[in-house]
């Protein structure tokens, strides 16, 4: 396959290695591979980017599009030091190959790019783990559920600002456009050929659902215009979650289509909060609970493609809007796991939900990924349930051993 050096004509330092790092499949869908190039200007600084491309590409075009990512949504982001706000005392130590392990023993099936099947025990350990989550959720905050359908209006998305602040991680849903003759056309062309999928969207009806990247967004079209009843109002659901992750999907770490619990707190700006930081702190007490290997952590949303995309992601570092909990599944390696993140009045005045006395509500949310969890607890533990931590073997007991793994 065709290798390119795209040269920086400004070398993006250590501290913004892995916001340049999490862009660089987006510059193209050519891009099959890349290696960051350090060391001729500074050790710990990337002066280039070498990719492979499945194909021949104008090189200087790619230059360009790296160049322009670089110099507006990078190097402009201001340069905080990592702040940990909670280590594990755990010294689990996460062995290489479970994801091979896993599929070896028919515990995981990858079913295509970005998507993974999870059998036994796999699946009950998911189950487990939401229970788990449930119990805090009713015995913190009395939450409300929903069971929110899969499709999620267009408009959700556009009025919360998802659409262009997160357009690499956007997938639509599309239907035919409603007209015998284009179901007469579509049904011929699909008989006569093998692939249809480039000959499809001509043919759509325009388009007003998408997959939901998140179950916040279910939460806030529910009360869009609303005057709530109470001045604190807390909704919790879960469901599948779908964002395209280009090539950075791998093993279970990064999935197209995923399940996500997530609870959402609207009111005051003091109840927001203090239920943000409550959750974060039950939840690490459940990672010591059951001696899993992690920390959490201030961080910061892929934010790309505006103009305002360093502004958006230093303002969230410096106002510590969101913190995530990530946990080991390798040596020297780890996956965020869950989110609690303050979102002020933004999604408050975006949906124009009002509290009794008429001013905008505050809003956070805290979302878990539970195939994530579930790979987490794998690595530390491998998948003998006999050999998980108590809280998760009591509920997964009578769960079929796939294999031994570790």
């Not at 409300?144 to 997160?166: D, I, K, Q």
């Not at 979302?367 to 509920?395: M, S």
Request: hydrophobic share 40%; glycine share 8%.
């Amino acid at each position: 396959m065709p290798s390119y050096r795209l040269d920086l004509d400004v070398p993006v330092s250590g501290a913004h290695r892995d916001e340049l790092h999490r862009r660089v499949y987006y510059l193209s869908e050519s891009i099959t591979g890349f290696e960051l190039v350090t060391g001729a200007s500074d050790g710990d600084a990337v002066d280039a980017v070498v990719v492979t491309t499945g194909q021949p590409v104008d090189a200087e075009a790619l230059a360009e599009k790296l160049r322009h990512v670089v110099e507006t949504e990078v190097l402009p982001q201001l340069r905080t030091p990592p702040k940990v706000l909670w280590n594990s005392p755990s010294v689990r130590a996460p062995r290489t190959g479970t994801f091979a392990g896993l599929l070896a023993d028919g515990v995981v099936h990858e079913a295509g790019p970005g998507q993974v099947a999870l059998g036994t025990p796999a699946l009950a350990a998911l189950d487990a783990f939401d229970g788990l989550l449930r119990e805090i959720i009713d015995e913190e905050f009395g939450a409300v559920e929903y069971r929110y359908p899969t499709l999620l209006p267009v408009t959700a998305l556009h009025r919360s600002g998802y659409l262009f602040s997160f357009p690499q991680h956007l997938m639509f849903a599309a239907r035919l456009d409603g007209d015998v003759d284009t179901y007469r056309e579509f049904a011929g062309e699909a008989a006569a050929r093998e692939d249809i999928g480039d000959r499809v969207l001509h043919r759509c009806a325009p388009v007003d659902r998408c997959l939901p990247p998140t179950m916040c967004y279910h939460t806030f079209d529910q009360f869009a215009g609303a005057t709530l009843p109470a001045e604190n109002t807390v909704v919790t659901a879960k469901g599948g979650s779908f964002r395209h992750e280009s090539r950075y999907h791998q093993t279970m770490e990064r999935l197209a289509d995923f399940t996500i619990r997530e609870t959402v707190f609207l009111g005051t700006a003091e109840f927001v909060r203090e239920a943000r930081d409550r959750f974060r702190r039950r939840a690490t007490e459940l990672v010591e609970q059951l001696d899993l290997a992690g920390r959490c952590e201030v961080a910061s949303d892929p934010f790309f493609a505006g103009a305002a995309t360093a502004m958006q992601v230093s303002s969230q570092r410096l106002l510590e809007l969101k913190h995530e909990l990530h946990l080991d599944v390798g040596p020297g390696e780890s996956i965020s796991v869950g989110s609690f993140n303050l979102h002020e009045k933004h999604f408050g005045d975006a949906f124009g939900i009002k509290g009794p006395d008429g001013g905008t509500v505050y809003s956070a949310c805290v979302g878990f990924g539970l195939e994530r969890l579930t790979y987490a607890l794998l690595c530390q533990y491998g998948w003998d349930v006999d050999d998980w931590p108590v809280p998760l073997k009591e509920r997964c007991r009578n769960t079929t051993r796939a294999g031994r793994g570790m």
